[in-house]
């Protein structure tokens, strides 16, 4: 089966992308799986999973996983090299509803983009941007705001619980830092 051969989404709920499809792996229609989840095997326990293809999202289901060298998998009806090969490079999403509940305290990045962030103080800072992953902490990246006094464009504010970041709130869209503003 090619991609042209999936079905579209019938119901458009969020897809939130967990990963991507990488080359394909053998002759018979294994593709290596690039996870963004926090343990890489855990995208397998999303169902259904989705493929970006052409800016659609189409329903996959995967035969079956394993381990090699990270991870590879087979997609039912993806029988040979060519069929897989076809869904290289391809992200892989899956419903924000399928996606595990958190706490208060908790939050997942994507609800973090296009939030104000605001100093102790009450400078306004900008709006997140992005997140970075460091290894050791994240990195809110901050745009400035138009008219920013202290001719900033873009701020790399460390996410330190506590220490710097003082309280994210959700229905304000605004996270109060502790971070001077000419840094």
Request: aromatic fraction near 10%; glycine fraction near 10%.
């Amino acid at each position: 089966m090619s991609v042209e051969g999936k079905e579209s989404m019938s119901k458009q709920d969020e897809i939130i992308v967990v990963g991507k499809f990488g080359a394909s792996y053998g002759i018979r229609g294994w593709l290596k799986v690039i996870s963004y989840t926090d343990i890489a095997e855990n995208i397998f326990d999303y169902k259904p999973l989705h493929a970006n293809v052409r800016g659609e999202w189409v329903e996959v289901s995967v035969e079956s996983w394993k381990r090699h060298k990270g991870l590879v998998c087979k997609l039912d009806g993806l029988n040979v090299r060519e069929e897989a090969q076809t869904y290289t490079n391809l992200e892989i999403g899956v419903a924000a509803s399928a996606l595990p509940k958190l706490s208060e305290e908790e939050f997942y990045w994507r609800e973090l983009f296009g939030m104000q962030v605001i100093n102790v103080q009450g400078y306004g800072l900008g709006e997140v941007v992005d997140l970075m992953a460091t290894g050791s902490n994240d990195v809110l990246v901050v745009k400035a705001n138009l008219k920013d006094a202290f001719g900033k464009k873009e701020r790399l504010i460390p996410f330190l619980d506590g220490q710097v970041i003082k309280s994210i709130d959700r229905t304000a869209q605004r996270i109060e830092v502790d971070w001077d503003p000419g840094f």
